[in-house]
């Protein structure tokens, strides 16, 4: 059974950063694309960004590129979203969530996610 688990969400002022982690347990991210997705209150999940763990390649929401980068771990088990220039509009709850295959941008074509992080940004 893969379980991931992200962490990282907290409460920061607009124009800081926050990091988040994911880590998979059960197995690692070898042969998976993980990525990140959020739901702000109220409003459908939307795409974050994703990485191709084998290669390393990334791609973004095109509105998120230049502030949001992900990036693996050494572990071979951990995704990373540092998030920078943080407005309020990026309040929501952050998921994580990796499947086989081709890269895909809405959460149910995952084959594994977690539980969220909350991620709260003040004017």
């Known amino acids: 059974q893969v379980q991931l688990v992200e962490s990282g969400g907290g409460l920061v002022q607009a124009g800081g950063s926050l990091k988040l982690s994911c880590v998979a347990s059960g197995r690692t991210f070898t042969n998976l694309r993980v990525s990140w997705f959020r739901q702000a209150p109220g409003k459908e999940y939307t795409y974050v960004a994703s990485i191709v763990y084998d290669t390393g390649s990334t791609y973004y929401a095109d509105s998120l590129k230049g502030r949001f980068t992900i990036s693996r771990g050494d572990a071979r088990n951990t995704v990373y979203l540092q998030m920078n220039n943080l407005k309020p509009e990026d309040t929501a709850v952050y998921y994580c969530?990796?499947?086989?295959?081709?890269?895909?941008?809405?959460?149910?074509?995952?084959?594994?996610w977690g539980q969220g992080t909350q991620v709260t940004v003040s004017s």
């Open positions: 969530a990796a499947k086989r295959g081709s890269i895909a941008f809405l959460l149910h074509d995952y084959n594994y």
